[in-house]
């Protein structure tokens, strides 16, 4: 799967194995850890032959012109070695490591184009995309990954669901940054993009950004509303389906500050007032049923303002739940 990138101001890292290490357990049994399940590729030099793939996106120059608090680009790192530590509950699906897009000269453009092409290759593989970050403007760079990679299909209307406490809809004026991708992709893509957000916390956007929302035809629910009570859960449920049945795929992104800071203390902008993780387990579980899901992230988790790994454990226990209950395309 090897990417020609000497045109582009990005560097591609080969995943390192340092990065797994955890308890060890008898030879004689089955892997009961992560750290053992896991592949590390180099995709400059391996075939690669996995189910999922893991790919960091080691950038915060978005979050940087954003001006948030600089350190997501160590988000990367500190998942995996979390997620290295966690016991394995998974049958007959192979984990690949395949390494991180690298942003260097502050050029987030250039890394959102690398960034982009690996994901498509993934994808054109039949690989499911799991990408770590780093600034939410990854969001843009995997989004055209994904139409990249089924823009020539029959089926192209894709879904994309963020569980975030802002709407990042921020009009790009002289750069992109963290706030601004999902504008710049319902703006270049209108005619084949919906956009639900999960967890829209009204003290963290301004007015504008909701008459932004409106006119793009942004279906939300706000923090108030993603309770885990069975009532709450029912009425997004049915928001869902509705969302759901009108496109061919979904794109799930989970922005970390969407938890209250009980549960994610470690982000650029910490709030008490966001959802809880049994609430996301809830929805992820309603969400990747359907099938449709095709890849997922997480963004801005901040480990330089973590507190005792909370946020980064949640992180990587958040994708041992996706793994877990993805269905896998057996044709």
């Known amino acids: 799967m090897a990417i020609l990138n000497k045109n582009i101001n990005a560097e591609y890292k080969a995943a390192e194995k340092t990065f797994w290490q955890g308890r060890k357990s008898n030879p004689d049994i089955e892997?009961?850890?992560w750290h053992q399940e896991i592949k590390i590729i180099d995709v400059e030099k391996d075939i690669i032959n996995t189910d999922f793939a893991i790919l960091g996106y080691v950038c915060d120059e978005g979050v940087r012109r954003n001006?948030?608090?600089?350190?997501?680009?160590?988000?990367?790192?500190?998942?995996r070695e979390r997620l290295a530590k966690l016991p394995v509950h998974f049958e007959d699906k192979l984990i690949a490591d395949v390494g991180d897009i690298v942003c260097i000269d502050d050029d987030m453009e250039a890394c959102q184009i690398l960034f982009s092409k690996h994901i498509s290759e993934l994808l054109k593989n039949k690989i499911f995309p799991i990408a770590i970050g780093g600034g939410h403007d990854m969001a843009y760079a995997h989004f055209m990954g994904i139409w990249n990679s089924i823009k020539k299909t029959e089926k192209n209307k894709i879904g994309i669901i963020n569980f975030d406490a802002h709407f990042d809809l921020r009009p790009v004026e002289k750069k992109a940054n963290s706030g601004t991708p999902f504008n710049q992709i319902l703006t270049e893509f209108k005619d084949v993009v919906s956009y639900f957000a999960i967890g829209i916390q009204?003290?963290?956007?301004?007015?504008?950004?909701?008459?932004?929302?409106?006119?793009?035809?942004?279906?939300?629910?706000?923090?108030?509303?993603?309770e885990s009570s069975s009532a709450e859960i029912n009425i997004l449920k049915n928001?869902?389906?509705k969302f759901m049945n009108n496109v061919d795929y979904l794109y799930v992104t989970i922005d970390m500050d969407g938890f209250s800071s009980a549960y994610a203390p470690g982000v650029s902008a910490p709030s008490p007032l966001g959802f809880t993780p049994y609430f996301v387990f809830k929805m992820l579980s309603f969400i990747l049923e359907t099938k449709k899901v095709i890849s997922f992230d997480i963004a801005e988790l901040n480990p330089t303002l973590d507190r005792d790994n909370l946020t980064a454990n949640l992180a990587a226990k958040i994708i041992d739940f996706v793994v877990i209950n993805t269905k896998m395309d057996t044709t």
Do not use: H, M, W
């Open 31 to 33: 892997n009961q850890y």
């Open 67 to 79: 001006r948030g608090r600089i350190g997501a680009s160590e988000g990367p790192r500190a998942i």
């Open 202 to 226: 009204q003290q963290s956007n301004t007015k504008e950004l909701f008459k932004i929302a409106k006119k793009k035809s942004v279906e939300f629910v706000i923090n108030y509303d993603c």
């Open 239 to 241: 928001k869902l389906n």
